[in-house]
């Protein structure tokens, strides 16, 4: 199905069941495998697929809590802008935008069942394995490489050519390139911030001991001999 408003480029080609929404743009050679869904007023670039099931454009995880508690919806009137070359997975879901868009640069691939929240920028040529979750507002480089199953919190930045193994839990902006692995088992937010600060000195404290050791060693040489 296409709505009113939506333009189409040359050679476009639209799966069986697919949906283009109001005033969305395609361009020439892209793909929309059945079932995909680009919604109103979202721009896919040129050569891109979209593999069946996936969705571009539905409303972002947003919501206010009111005096009683309860959630509120908050309206989500970005848009997700797409380059060219880009390739999304089976079952993907790119939100759209709270009040700026969502931004995927030309030439990322993106892997099957990866979840990119409202607002997030993705740089150029990045690839990103399947089962990862994107939280809103974040930034992530060009070229990087993001392993399966990793977690990415909100509102952080990731710098160009940075490579994340997968199942890794990135809470802080990276401002380097390099590669990073590491998580954390799931226990309460004081205890995990806690241990967060003392691992993160952990070789600092071992090279410490170390010092330590060949200190005592050096002052006590005879020690060794009478045991």
Same mark, same amino acid.
């Given at each position: ?6 333009? $189409? ?22 793909? $929309?495998?059945? !079932? ?12 891109c697929i979209v593999h069946a099931g996936a969705v571009i454009g539905?409303d972002g995880f947003g919501f ?14 970005? !848009? ?15 939100? /759209? ?47 990087? $490489? ?29 401002? !380097? ?22 691992? /993160? ?22 020690? !060794?001999?009478?045991?």
């Amino acid at each position: 199905m296409v709505e009113a408003g939506a333009v $189409l480029g040359a050679r476009v080609v639209l799966g069986a069941g697919s949906f283009v929404g109001a005033d969305a743009v395609l361009g020439d050679d892209t793909v $929309l495998e059945p !079932r995909a869904v680009l919604m109103h007023g979202c721009r896919l670039g040129a050569r891109c697929i979209v593999h069946a099931g996936a969705v571009i454009g539905a409303d972002g995880f947003g919501f206010a809590r009111d005096e009683r508690g309860a959630g509120v919806k908050i309206p989500q009137t970005g !848009r997700v802008l797409i380059g060219d070359d880009v390739e999304i997975g089976a079952n993907t879901t790119i939100d /759209r935008g709270a009040l700026d868009d969502t931004v995927i640069g030309d030439g990322v691939k993106i892997d099957n069942l990866v979840q990119v929240a409202h607002n997030v920028r993705i740089g150029e040529h990045t690839a990103i394995a399947g089962c990862v979750g994107i939280s809103g507002s974040a930034r992530i480089g060009a070229y990087c $490489l993001i392993g399966g199953g990793v977690g990415i919190a909100g509102h952080l930045e990731i710098a160009d050519r940075v490579v994340v193994g997968g199942m890794s839990l990135v809470s802080r902006s990276i401002r !380097r390139s390099g590669h990073y692995t590491g998580a954390f088992p799931l226990d309460t937010h004081d205890n995990w911030a806690e241990n967060a600060a003392t691992l /993160r000195q952990l070789a600092k404290l071992r090279d410490r001991i170390r010092q330590l050791e060949q200190q005592n060693e050096a002052r006590q040489p005879g020690d !060794r001999d009478k045991s």
